[in-house]
C-alpha cells in the first residue's frame, strides 16, 4: 500500500483528491485480484464505491479527474516511462489503472 501511495505521489496525484484514495483502494484490489481488471465499471467500481459509501459513478468522475491531474499538471514522463509505450493522449480510467498495476506487479 505505501508503495502504491508512493507511485501517485511521483505521478503527481495529490492527497487532497478523493480519486487518490479511490485509486490506492481500487489498486490495492486489482493487486489482490487481477479479475478486476476484466470488470473496471461493474465491479471495481462498485466495491471501491461501497468502501467509500459513494456511488459509482462518483468513483468514476474522481478518478478521471485524479488522471487529470496527473496529465496535465503532474509527471506525464513518469507515467509514459512506467507505461512502456508512448502515450499519444490521456490514458482512460481503465489504461491508468492497467498501467498502474502492471507496474506495481512488476515492482514486485
Not at 42 to 61: C, I, M, P, Q, W
Request: charged fraction near 20%.
Amino acid at each position: 500500500m505505501d508503495k502504491t501511495r508512493a507511485l501517485l505521489l511521483r505521478l503527481g496525484i495529490r492527497s487532497t483528491l478523493k480519486g487518490f484514495y479511490f485509486l490506492l483502494y481500487a489498486l490495492q484490489l486489482c493487486l489482490s485480484n487481477d479479475e478486476y481488471l476484466l470488470s473496471v465499471y461493474k465491479t471495481l467500481y462498485v466495491d471501491v464505491a461501497t468502501h467509500f459509501g459513494t456511488s459509482r459513478d462518483n468513483v468514476e468522475h474522481c478518478i478521471r479527474t485524479a488522471i487529470s491531474n496527473c496529465w496535465y499538471k503532474g509527471n506525464r514522463k513518469l507515467l509514459i516511462t512506467i507505461s512502456g509505450y508512448e502515450l499519444k493522449q490521456k490514458p482512460a480510467n481503465g489504461e491508468f489503472i492497467d498501467i498502474l498495476y502492471n507496474y506495481l506487479s512488476e515492482e514486485g
